[in-house]
């Protein structure tokens, strides 16, 4: 199939996680479960890469990830703040809620996909009585289900607004290196220094064949958590093969890299369509995705001309995700249809 924008898990992997993949298989045999070498040595990367001594995990994917982190963070009788365009209240088909035994989610709006400390305090504070699930956590994706970034300002107020309110802070990161390219800043800053608690390390959308990395950066968290994934369904006996292509991605800053480009994408594409007549963007473009308005006819020309793209924001927006891999020649013919189309 040709080069698409529906989702940035489209492509396939890149060239250095494919290669860390071939390599682990030719070392022979190796335990079983995660307590291979593979295993522990991007566990050792991860620590690096965040300059501190957190728990790695690895599962098959980011809802498993998600649920499983705040199934940790949460009792049953307890919910999780998140905005209302979150994957988790979105996209997760009621996971989160069934892997903590019933914890409900309080969804807030915000400008930009983005929570603010005031929309996180009115709903902290707008009910304590026995009847209402008691907040426990804050869930913010950056970056953002619409491709925007919490700057390093806006994540610290939000772990300070946790921090007065006791609530854990749990980041989807399944486009972690799209902000950090964005931002130009450390993991660090951007998680833990501003009050992240444990993090979705997003790797597939990045060019992971499979899988994303589950960090713990507060430890109690991660108590027992090994048996959270096992009933889940989610340790991996060949974990090697999960956790391997990372070593790919983490090295030579492939990662990095392969975000940024995604990002740059993104920009080409918003640099080419955002003065046209018929167009109006919705959010402005930080990360690897760009979200327009058009017209009912313009959306089904470009499905009748084969492009495809999601049209699920709001009543008319469509999603434009750029992968690691697109290339500028496939914006560039996506860009000359909108140009003969609204223009
Ligand atoms: C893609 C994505 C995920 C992960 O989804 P899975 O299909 O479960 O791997 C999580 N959060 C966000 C914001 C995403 O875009």
Redesign the pocket.
Known sequence: MSQQFA?D?AAGMCPEALAAFVKANETGHEDAYGVDSWTDKVCDRIREVFETDCEVFFVF??????SLILAAMCQSYHAVICHEK???DN??CGAPGFFSGGSTLLAAQGENGKLTPDAIVELVTKRDDIHYPKAKAISL?QST?VGTVYSIEELVAIGDVAKKHGLHVHM?G??FANALVTLGVTPAQMTWKAGVDAL?L?G??NGLPVG?AIVFFDKDLAHDFAYRLKQSGQLASKMRFISAPWLGLLENDVWLNNARHANEMAQRLYNRVKDLKDIRVMFEPQANGVFLDLDKPVREELWARGWKFYSFIGARGCRFMCSWDLQPQTVDRLCDDLEELCS
């Open positions: 989702s898990n994917n980011g809802t498993a990830a998600n979150a994957h988790i996209d997760e994706t289900e989807d399944a486009r979705v997003g597939t959308k994303e």
